[in-house]
């Protein structure tokens, strides 16, 4: 009877060990190096924030296992985006607003449900730019003109229409009660280009990131009429809002990072731990002044309900533009 008892206390305190173990002395996830996917190739923005990423994350010691940033550029992301869904919680990849309008323009088959919402990051604004001496001192003067004859005005843009430098101009447009598909755009290679043929006055105006116009706005070479953020920019106090051009109209150049199907709660809370504190650290906020963002950023929740909310505005803004009939 004492020897069966004992071993019954023997096999109880194996388990409980066992049990005890399993929660605290082995790490569930993560169990191997992380992958932070640029679907994009070295040198642009989707590049740049994963490698701002990796590089906080390990050197304020937030994530103990080596982070690797590989690039997967091809279909303004579709190649990368693509390899994300096939793999486990371990690799994240970065995004944008093209993970939206990819497939409202029928240029792909991903949506931003067949992924796992982890962050959302930064933000940079849009600005509409005119020449230093355009006879335009105002958005509204420019929208005015543009109400009164949608083809006289042309509008640069790049590399593509139904981007956000694009629709952030459809918005407005729309706002002002301007039909968006009257507009006149010439699409360029990029935003540097855009800005060239501004300077060259092959254009009336941009409509870019406002990293792209802000030094030759300050340098007194072109004049932003207005931005799309929420309230002034720090160092371009001179620049109205949208908003404060009577236009309503807040539109945010958004970047995040998402992860594959089906991530477990405990996947999701681990980011969510991690990210919230690194958005706070110094060196983030540096990487945000240095590259003109501003913090943005979002846990998985609140992205899930910004990523739904950003769909329908994104899906209204394709059909007003005209892209899709």
């Known amino acids: ?83 994300l869904k096939s793999k486990d919680a371990h690799t994240l990849a970065v995004n944008s607003s093209l993970v939206l309008t990819n497939n409202l323009l029928g240029q792909s088959e991903l949506t931003h449900k067949q992924f796992t919402p982890i962050a959302t990051l930064a933000t940079e604004w849009q600005a509409l730019a005119v020449p230093a001496d355009s006879k335009f001192k105002s958005a509204t003067e420019f929208m005015e003109a543009i109400k009164k004859d949608p083809s006289k005005i042309k509008i640069g843009v790049g590399p593509g229409l139904g981007n956000d430098d694009h629709l952030s101009i459809v918005q407005a447009a729309s706002e002002y009660d301007i039909n968006p598909s009257k507009l006149n755009f010439l699409v360029y290679q990029g935003g540097g280009d855009v800005v060239t043929a501004l300077l060259g006055g092959h254009v009336d105006a941009v409509t870019t990131s406002l990293s792209e116009v802000k030094d030759q706005h300050l340098a007194g070479k072109l004049r932003i009429l207005a931005v799309s953020s929420d309230k002034p920019v720090e160092g371009l106090e001179d620049v109205p809002t949208w908003k404060e051009e009577g236009i309503d109209l807040v539109f945010p ?55 739904k909310e950003q769909h329908d505005l994104y899906q209204r803004l394709v059909q007003e533009s005209g892209l899709v009939k």
Request: hydrophobic share 35%; aromatic share 10%; proline share 4%.
């Open 1 to 83: 009877m004492r020897k069966l008892a004992f071993v019954s206390l023997l096999l109880l305190t194996f388990i409980i060990t066992g049990c005890s173990g399993n929660a605290s002395g082995t790490q569930e996830y993560p169990k191997k190096n992380i992958e932070f996917v640029a679907p994009a190739s070295p040198g642009g923005g989707w590049d740049l924030t994963a490698r701002s990423l990796e590089k906080v994350l390990t050197d304020e010691k937030l994530v103990k296992e080596n982070i690797n940033v590989v690039n997967k550029p091809g279909g303004g992301g579709e190649v990368g985006w693509k390899y």
């Open 253 to 307: 150049h958004w970047r995040g990072i998402m992860g594959p199907p089906d991530m477990t709660e405990a996947e999701i809370a681990y980011w969510d731990k991690k990210l919230s504190k690194m958005v706070e650290t110094e060196q983030w906020k540096k990487v945000l002044e240095n590259n003109d963002w501003e913090g943005f950023y979002k846990n998985s929740e609140e992205t899930k309900k910004f990523m």
